[in-house]
């Protein structure tokens, strides 16, 4: 499985992103999907994800601006980010969790958010 992230970009505080990730390869029906990121200095974080089924997860200092959809047909995951503020910068990371046996996760390359103050 490939994960390819795209929408990243230097955005102004209050402004919106939105970042799309596409998996491709043999995708297993039962997963989850999210984002996640990480900034200079710090350790890789959730920020949130969606489960085949549509149950959702957010990081609690994204809830209310970020919002995170799927299309289960086409292996998509989109997040979009709105509202930004300077503590959003960070790379941005798509993942995919396969949830059947074997269980696996794969991540996509990462893509940079930052927001100018």
């Known amino acids: 499985v490939q994960l390819q992230a795209s929408g990243g970009g230097l955005v102004q505080v209050g402004g919106s992103l939105r970042l799309s990730c596409v998996a491709s390869?043999?995708?297993?029906?039962?997963?989850?999907m999210g984002w996640y990121r990480q900034a200079p200095g710090k350790s890789r974080e959730l920020v949130a994800t969606l489960t085949s089924g549509g149950r959702s997860n957010y990081e609690d200092s994204v809830k209310g601006r970020f919002t995170i959809s799927r299309d289960n047909a086409k292996n998509t995951v989109s997040l979009q980010m709105n509202s930004l503020k300077p503590e959003d910068t960070a790379v941005y990371y798509c993942?995919?969790?396969?949830?059947?046996?074997?269980?696996?996760?794969?991540w996509g390359q990462g893509t940079q958010v930052t927001v100018s103050s």
């Open positions: 390869g043999i995708v297993a029906s039962i997963n989850v």
């Open positions: 993942n995919l969790v396969r949830e059947v046996v074997p269980r696996a996760s794969y």
